[in-house]
């Protein structure tokens, strides 16, 4: 519960700090999720990403862009032609970093990225060999990281492409069912992102 209440008041101040800063740009933002997960028993998945995003410009071609993220991010097990897929749907908050210089009166801007992270699993699909849900007690549901990443603004359409890398463990070790510990411990989901978002 104190993590839970951490995560929320981190949100707050992100939504907070544009209008403290002085944000030029609030959008939306959308895009497919392509996990990986450091396990050779676990195939990659395809999975989507949607929220909120504000953009920051400072002096030097830099800006800040703070966001608010649903991610769902998972896999495939199983052998020969069959497979299941399975995932968890993360509330994440990603600050992206961002330089890079503009063109035609600002109206075109290449850039380079960075992006720090946090996330808290609120949604899940995990099951074991005979069909059932696996708990909560098994994940560790807090994930954190980071990203680097390029991108392309034409006007207000803002697409970029980004390798992200998950810190910790997938596995709550302390209380986690066997057969899930031989599955996931040591791992954490990956993968690359490709977005869009519209900023007004």
């Known amino acids: 519960m104190n993590r839970l209440i951490r995560i929320a008041a981190i949100s707050f101040a992100f939504c907070l700090f544009p209008f403290m800063a002085g944000a030029q740009n609030f ?114 549901r807090f994930e954190y990281g980071a990203g680097a990443g390029l991108g392309i603004q034409l006007w207000h359409f803002q697409i970029t492409g980004q390798y992200n890398w998950s810190f910790g463990n997938l596995t709550r070790l302390g209380t986690a069912e066997a057969e899930f510990k031989e599955l996931f411990s040591k791992s954490n989901f990956g993968g690359y992102t490709l977005s869009l978002a519209i900023l007004f």
């Open 27 to 140: 959008g939306l933002k959308a895009g497919v999720n392509f996990s990986s997960i450091n396990n050779g028993d676990v195939k990659d998945n395809i999975g989507y990403q949607a929220g909120l995003t504000y953009q920051i410009d400072f002096p030097l071609w830099f800006s800040i862009q703070p966001e608010l993220m649903f991610h769902v991010k998972g896999g495939r097990v199983g052998t020969g032609g069959e497979s299941d897929a399975f995932g968890l749907g993360y509330l994440e908050i990603p600050v992206n970093i961002q330089w890079g210089p503009r063109f035609k009166d600002g109206d075109i801007r290449v850039f380079l990225q960075g992006t720090p992270f946090i996330g808290y699993a609120i949604s899940k699909d995990m099951r074991d060999a005979d069909g059932n849900q696996y708990d909560w007690k098994n994940i560790n």
